[in-house]
């Protein structure tokens, strides 16, 4: 086991910045912080699951056939999410709506099957899956925060009891930054958080080897 | 050939393991989830029924965006209407008088988008329809500034709901009207 693999996620190889795997539900779930946080919860489930699953039966499944097998497996488990949050959490269903059985085409996993779990023990994939699956939460809910607050001028978490479980931010409730949280502002953003992140990746790597 | 046969069988293998593993989830969930849809189906009744006794249901088969009706109090309707949105099906429980004008209006269920088009669940998604019956807005020039903005960047869902409800209207003041239930 290597612990490396459990950080790479986060800022070396972060799967939305820098790998740029998972770009749709990136651009399209970020409206606000409680949708970020529980598409990034789902995938984090449905990766875990497939990588372990995946490297254990890596030397059982067929070359020839891999796509169709990973398929499979990752659209069992996220079925599964679906119906047990169905059952069991209603709204929290309710509010990733289309975007949960979109999880099956997410990239992230299916790039993680092919790129990583099919070649290593389950040990390290089940710490790379937990890696990028946290760095792909990271990612979302930091662009959500940004979207949301410059946007709406709210910070919208889950509701529990009686509060609602939306903040909002004198001022900039009233006069938003709408364009942000439209499609191009997600865009916009995407790009100015891509190129910090180069700089700071490539910041770290140049005080590496200056040492 | 024999490569193929293993192949195949493995993969058969991993179809059929799959299937079992979401047959028993299934049968774990399933009654929890039509538990869950039935209490939200009464909740949306309970919320457009405006307190008035509702009857019984009638299917309708034929007529486009209706799929059924309640009747509700002495002379008003509920029906149940089914439209398109962005994300696919909409379906709403709609209230109207015996002239077809519109009192309560609530979506069931949806797949919009959120931010977008799910702001069609929220209670003040339906006001600007409240009180209209053949003069529904469908059109988002029909709209006050205000409500335009707030459907900006949803006119699908918008386009979708508005057309159902303007179709329930004209089905109770040309089919069901003369308030028997």
Redesign the interface.
Known sequence: MNTKELTKGFFKENPTFIIMLGMCPTLGVTTQVVNALGMGAGVLFVLFFSNVLIAALKNVIPNSVRIPCYIVIIASFVTIVEMVLHAFVPSIYDALGVYLPLIVVNCIILGRAEAFANKNTVGDSALDAIGMGLGFTMSLSLIALIREVFGKGTITLFAIGNWNGVITIPGLYEWPVRVVSLAAGALLLMGYLKAFFQWFSENRKAKGTAK | MKKYL??AL??CA??GA?AL??AV??S???P??AA?EEEQKQAVLGAVSNGEAIGDFHSVSGVSNITGYYGLGKSSFILMLSTTGY??EITLAAAYDTNGKLTAAKVLS???????G?KSEESWYMDKFLGKSSNMPTKKTELSTEDAQAIS?ASVTFTGISKALLAGSSYVTSVLKGGKN
């Open positions: 293993k192949t493995i993969l991993i179809c799959a593993l979401l989830v299934n774990l969930t399933a929890k989830i869950y994300g696919g949806d797949s919009e988008t959120p931010g977008l799910k960047g």
